[in-house]
């Protein structure tokens, strides 16, 4: 099983609609995750991250974070094509009984196409 | 200005040659990592630093080498022995590794062809 597992996708939305992006992580003792967006030839930039259970708002992007079912999601209202990118995933691993190992995975993104 | 700057962004190298790939940070972070990105693929971890003159390796560490002798600096050595070398490298830097918080700053990553 990866550590950190998203559909590729592409995940296509009409314009306005909301974009639902899953990820599923397999450490059950990770504290932090990140969502990335990445343009393609572009680097990766930080949307939002979260650590508490429930949801987590930024302008139109929400975070959800499940612990016990162990997935997080992003929520995008309001689609817009400039949207249109790769999200990827990102969870800090922790170690056995000691604390976060300082190692950062990624998922394997989903693109999303939101189609004007 | 603040940030992490990769060279070159561009390389072209023949099969069985050793590449060195710079990643230099001026933010001052303990925490620095290489990532490869294939083509619809997501970030995979090569290698990390928490703190000068100590690395790990990532999940793909083979055929890779990396040293950390300097906190601005974290360059990545791919050597004849990394078998599919073609690839985007990013490499990214955080404030403290183990910290939950803090964003990942990345650079503007290299793309490396082996021909």
């Known amino acids: 099983q990866k550590e950190v597992e998203q559909n590729s996708g592409p995940l296509s939305v009409p314009e306005g609609a909301i974009a639902s992006l899953n990820c599923t992580y397999s450490d059950r003792g990770s504290q932090s995750f990140f969502w990335y967006r990445q343009y393609s030839g572009k680097s990766p930039e930080l949307i939002m991250f979260?650590?508490?259970?429930g949801d987590k708002e930024d302008g139109r992007f929400t975070a959800q974070l499940n612990k016990a079912s162990q997935y997080v999601s992003l929520l995008i209202r309001d689609s817009q094509p400039s949207d249109s990118a790769t999200y990827l995933c990102?969870?800090?691993?922790?170690?056995?009984?000691?604390?976060?190992?300082?190692?950062?995975?990624f998922g394997q993104g989903t693109t999303l196409q939101v189609k004007p | 200005d603040g940030g992490i700057t990769q060279s070159p962004k561009y390389l072209f190298r023949k099969e069985g040659q050793n590449v060195t790939l710079s990643c230099e940070q001026n933010l001052n972070h303990d925490a620095m990592y290489w990532y490869r990105q294939d083509p619809g693929q997501g970030l995979r971890l090569i290698y990390y630093?928490?703190?000068?003159?100590?690395?790990q390796k990532g999940d793909i560490a083979e055929g890779y080498s990396v040293s950390r002798e300097k906190k601005e600096s974290f360059p990545l050595t791919v050597t004849s022995a990394q078998k599919n070398p073609t690839a985007f490298y990013l490499c990214?830097?955080?404030?403290?590794?183990?910290?939950?918080?803090?964003?990942?700053?990345f650079g503007e990553g290299s793309r490396l062809t082996v021909l």
């Open positions: 630093s928490q703190i000068v003159n100590d690395f």
């Open positions: 979260i650590y508490s259970n």
């Open positions: 990102a969870v800090i691993l922790r170690s056995h009984g000691s604390g976060n190992t300082g190692k950062l995975i």
């Open positions: 990214a830097s955080k404030f403290k590794a183990v910290s939950n918080t803090g964003e990942l700053f």
